[in-house]
């Protein structure tokens, strides 16, 4: 499906570098936002403007556009996303997080892609940074992982080019006419804030194309209290979707978590009073944790991360699981 006519597609003439504003949504000043400041300073773009828009004042380099957005309490990354965009001149906007860094030709090569006149938006990899803790790339090895993030891994680590509905906000490079035609962003939430966007911008006949190679460094959160809050808030989140953005949230993989959690804790409890039920969950646990291990080590995680891949999956899966139904089961979500 092609985008309406009505909508504004000029592009540059041939020889042109289209300008790109870069927008960052700082939630506070930290060591992992000036990492991703200073990889956004290096990129290798003649034209990028950077745009920092925060709830607080942050000192800031003076090339770099600071907007506050004078809200009394914290807002959150999409509002800031769209305060940034009426603040930003560039012809397409690069959305990153605040812990993500990107490559230096992240900018270039989603600006050749997008030379095709039907691609609203280019998503890249969010991978896990070189430099990361142990902890941290533990929490990495679940999402890069089939056992952890199943058909959808490719979205933090390089995989097949396809075209996609709906796709993190670490990594998202839109045209400017595509997200002004959707209106931005356009809501409050914060966890999924992306899958409205993206749901607009594909319902208004724009493309959003992945791309392995327009690739992204994202810090993760380390296991496992940090790690599994942010699980739970995405399985809230995407529960509540269901019944919100039903498009593209109301999928058999998005159900699996709790769906397992439900077989597990069932079989847990026939333990409690029957010897072959216990049996079968022992024999269910070991296969699950050798097969994990297993498959950790194929995917190229050190030992020790595969090691402790299967109970950081386990864990991660049941959170999901569980505030999944919750907000299958909330009646409205503000955030």
């Not at 409205?196 to 724009?206: M, S, Y």
Request: glycine fraction near 12%.
């Amino acid at each position: 499906m092609k985008p309406s006519s009505k909508l504004s597609t000029a592009h540059p003439a041939a020889g042109e570098t289209p300008p790109v504003s870069v927008i960052i949504p700082l939630h506070r000043d930290n060591p992992g936002f000036r990492a991703c400041l200073a990889g956004c300073l290096a990129l290798d773009y003649p034209t990028v403007e950077i745009v920092v828009v925060s709830d607080e004042r942050a000192e800031l380099p003076a090339d770099v556009k600071s907007v506050i957005t004078g809200a009394s309490h914290d807002t959150g990354p999409g509002e800031k996303r769209d305060i940034g965009m009426h603040a930003a001149s560039g012809e397409y906007f690069a959305f990153i997080d605040d812990d993500a860094i990107p490559r230096p030709d992240w900018l270039a090569k989603a600006v050749r892609l997008l030379e095709d006149q039907s691609i609203g938006a280019v998503a890249g990899p969010g991978v896990t940074p070189a430099d990361s803790t142990w902890a941290e790339r533990a929490g990495g090895a679940f999402y890069e992982s089939w056992l952890g993030s199943g058909p959808y891994r490719y979205r933090f680590r390089p995989g097949k080019s396809r075209d996609v509905d709906d796709y993190p906000a670490y990594n998202l490079i839109v045209r400017r006419s595509a997200a002004e035609h959707v209106k931005g962003w356009g809501t409050g939430f914060y966890g999924g804030e992306d899958t409205v966007i993206c749901l607009a911008l594909v319902e208004a006949g724009w493309r959003i194309v992945y791309a392995p190679d327009v690739v992204v460094s994202h810090r993760r959160r380390p296991v496992l209290r940090r790690h599994l809050a942010q699980v739970g808030n995405v399985g809230l989140h995407r529960g509540y979707f269901v019944k919100a953005y039903p498009q593209t949230s109301f999928r058999p993989s998005y159900f699996l978590p709790s769906l397992g959690t439900v077989v597990l804790g069932g079989l847990a409890l026939a333990a409690l009073v029957n010897g072959r039920a216990r049996t079968m969950l022992g024999l269910a646990v070991g296969a699950y944790y050798v097969g994990g291990f297993g498959l950790g080590l194929a995917e190229g995680d050190e030992p020790s991360v595969a090691l402790a891949l299967p109970a950081v999956a386990l864990a991660s899966h049941v959170t999901y699981g569980i505030n999944f139904v919750r907000g299958l089961l909330t009646s409205r979500l503000e955030r």
